[in-house]
Nanobody, 117 residues
Framework: QVQLVESGGGLVQPGGSLRLSCAAS????????MGWYRQAPGKERELVAR???????NYADSVKGRFTISRDNAKNTVYLQMSSLKPEDTAVYYCNLVHGPTYLEVWGQGTLVTVSS
């Protein structure tokens, strides 16, 4: 079984920065992709940023130029550096992992990011 442990969420003022981390552990077979999604109150979950094996990262238009996703393959960890945060970035951020020959999908428990003055 695979587990994802997220950390780094919290309260930040508009214009501030936060760094989210997600560490994967367990029976991981050939990671296909790791990424971050978010869900704001009353809205559907949406892709924020994702790194697929062998491809450049892709980002939601709303975060391009402000967020950066990176991976540490040795640690099976993915990071999301968030800068110039806006109130509309407030959401629960979920880590996502896709692995194995059948593209199994695993979700983290979510970490709350609140951008407010």
């Amino acid at each position: 079984q695979v587990q994802l442990v997220e950390s780094g969420g919290g309260l930040v003022q508009p214009g501030g920065s936060l760094r989210l981390s997600c560490a994967a552990s367990g029976s991981i077979f050939s990671i296909k992709a790791m990424g971050w999604y978010r869900q704001a109150p009353g809205k559907e979950r949406e892709l924020v940023a994702r790194v697929m094996h062998g491809y450049s990262p892709n980002y939601a238009d709303s975060v391009k130029g402000r967020f950066t996703i990176s991976r540490d393959n040795a640690k099976n960890t993915v990071y999301l550096q968030m800068s110039s945060l806006k109130p509309e970035d407030t959401a629960v951020y979920y880590c996502n992992l896709v692995h194995g020959p059948t593209y199994l999908e695993v979700w983290g428990q979510g970490t709350l990011v609140t951008v407010s003055s």
